[in-house]
């Protein structure tokens, strides 16, 4: 058993944070590679001025931004999403393991509200388990793979948690945990799981809101007339 | 929807003709909808074109190949990989689309296959009617919803004028109602007869010169 | 192009059509969420009581994901098949709305031009209205 422990633990896990890391900067060293700057083109100052006894902005702007249209869903996947970053980082026990491996440890959250933000995460699990199997739009495109997704990912915080609470065995429990914890890690990367590290990438090709540089990069493929 | 018609075809012809290799491009935005400039009339056009030219012994070599809007460079990803190929190309857009076309590609001539005719609705298939001249002062809430600067002969922001007939009709054609005698039937029968009398300052005339305008969300976008 | 209804589809032509957009496209179909989000942001899907037919991922995924999982093996009755999808329900305004920032209406275009390389097209003056 502790041999099993020792192997996840160490070399294993040394493995899973280097592929992770190496992954993510693949992934972006693609994406850049993949697309590239097209210039601005911008209309001349006199039109900015000129055209429009305009009504202003609108407002009832809020309505139509995804916090208008799907206010709990909003607010629920930003929650658990901050929990699922935040927990795993701010963790006291990760903190004990990365002292003892490297000798220094972040900030790390009271284990209560480590406990509460795991919680939310697994609750978030299940609520956006039970939203594919129940709101038919959801259903229409849901695949197996996405519910494979979302087990990756809810794994690792529902034995972590079980762990912590020692409700099953202990040390097999801790280590399906790290299991779990480096399956994740490996998978975030080359699953829709990057889509953490995508969704800001893909800011640079989007000139319309929260905008990466001016958002006006295009895949390189295309062949621009001058 | 802007409304466009084939241009007649010795026209074309007398364009294309002494060019070698031509492709005739499409557009699936509101010529294709109009019946005019879409996949099938491409299609169309081309075999009439290689089927006249044939006849005077002139050989052409044309493409069709239709991008979904001429009117933005987003839909052009594919027609550029091609219309390198071209000595010349053919457009069946809008004019707008013809000159977004000669934009992209300053060095290779690009010809009008469609003459644009106006800014209107769908009354049945194959039927089209104006009903706007984008001047850009809408007036339709003072006149029942009838547009005076497109119906009215004389454009006339205030009337009727001195020439409506007896029956209803203008004095330039027997079979073209008078746009301010619908206005007032239309007002009339909603009890609106009131905005008939109030009088409208004369227009800016602003579409005599070329119109641009960004929208107010998107100013700051451009201010940078 | 004339004629092309009858031809059989050349799919080797359409597996290089998206083969060339491989790149984008495969991160595309394999970055969407399936959240459903970019629902209410069409136009067409709020028109049509919420059928999910009309949600912009669902259109792409069941165009071209599916044109991709194929590598390109259609044949015209599939291209057929998913004209409704990228013509009568989608009219390309650009108005919807993903939360990643996938460009879905790129990708619809994307579809309709592999639709139209085969002669795969609406016939506007046929019984059905597309607008």
């Known amino acids: ?226 | 929807m802007i409304i466009a018609e084939r241009k007649p075809l010795d026209e074309i012809k007398d364009m294309v003709r002494g060019y070698k290799r031509v492709l005739n491009v499409g557009c699936g935005g509101c010529t294709s909808i109009c019946l005019a400039g879409g996949q099938k009339e491409v299609n169309t056009l081309n075999a009439d074109l290689k089927k006249a030219l044939g006849a005077e012994d002139v050989h052409l070599e044309i493409d069709g190949f239709v991008i979904e809007r001429q009117c933005n460079y987003d839909f052009f990803e594919a027609l550029d990989e091609k219309a390198g190929n071209y000595d010349a190309i053919l457009s069946m857009a809008c004019g707008v689309g013809v000159q977004f076309v000669a934009e992209r590609y300053p060095e290779t001539p690009v010809f009008p296959a469609l003459n644009t005719v106006f800014c209107g609705a769908d009354r049945d298939i194959g039927w089209f009617e104006e009903s706007c001249r984008t001047c850009g002062e809408c007036v339709l809430a003072e006149t029942g919803g009838i547009c005076p600067v497109t119906r009215c002969a004389k454009g006339l922001f205030n009337g009727p004028c001195g020439g409506t007939r007896l029956d209803g009709t203008c004095e330039v054609d027997k079979d073209t109602p008078c746009a301010w005698y619908e206005i007032y039937k239309r007002l009339k029968a909603q009890g609106r007869l009131e905005n008939i009398l109030k009088i409208k300052p004369p227009r800016q005339w602003e579409n005599q010169t070329r119109r641009s305008l960004v929208q107010e969300d998107y100013k700051q976008r451009y201010i940078g | 192009m004339p004629d092309q209804e009858k031809k059989p589809v050349d799919t080797a032509a359409i597996a290089s059509m998206l083969k060339k957009k491989e790149p984008e496209m495969k991160r595309v179909l394999n970055y969407c969420l399936r959240c459903s989000i970019c629902a209410e942001s069409c136009f067409l899907y709020m028109a049509h009581d919420g059928d999910p037919q009309y949600m912009p991922s669902y259109k792409v995924i069941n165009s071209l994901g599916k044109l991709y999982k194929k590598k390109g093996n259609v044949d015209r009755e599939f291209l057929e098949g998913i004209k409704g999808l990228v013509w009568r329900n989608c009219v390309l305004c650009h108005r919807c709305y993903c939360p990643i920032g996938i460009d879905i209406p790129r990708m619809i275009d994307f579809t309709r031009s592999i639709c139209r390389s085969e002669g795969v097209y609406p016939e506007q003056d046929g019984g059905e209205s597309w607008l």
């Not at chain 1, 700057?37 to 305009?54: F, N, T």
């Not at chain 1, 790290?178 to 799981?193: H, N, S």
């Open chain 1, 1 to 226: 058993m502790s041999d099993i422990y020792g192997l996840v633990r160490g070399p294993l896990a040394v493995v899973a944070i280097l592929v992770f890391v190496v992954g993510i900067i693949y992934q972006a060293r693609q994406f850049f590679s993949l697309t590239r700057e097209r210039p601005v083109v911008l209309p001349p100052a006199s039109v900015l001025g000129k055209v429009g006894q305009s009504s202003g902005p609108s407002l009832n702007a809020i309505n139509n931004s995804i916090l208008g249209v799907h206010p709990y869903l909003t607010v629920i996947t930003s929650i658990v999403h901050a929990c699922l970053v935040l927990v795993p980082i701010f963790l006291l026990a990760h903190n004990v393991l990365l002292y003892e491996s490297l000798g220094f440890n972040l900030f790390a959250f009271p284990e209560p509200v480590s406990d509460a933000f795991t919680l939310i995460v697994i609750l978030g699990g299940v609520f956006f388990f039970l939203r594919r199997i129940l709101v038919r739009r959801v259903r229409v495109i849901t695949t197996f793979y996405d519910y494979f997704i979302l087990l990756i990912v809810v794994a690792p915080f529902l034995t972590g948690y079980l762990a912590t609470h020692q409700w099953f065995d202990y040390q097999t429990m801790l280590i399906v945990h790290i299991l779990a914890g480096e399956v994740m890690l490996v998978a975030i990367p080359f699953t829709k799981l990057k889509h953490g590290l995508l969704f800001f990438l893909y800011r640079y090709l989007m000139h319309y809101e929260h905008s990466l540089g001016s958002g006006t990069r295009v895949w390189s493929y295309s062949k621009l007339a001058k």
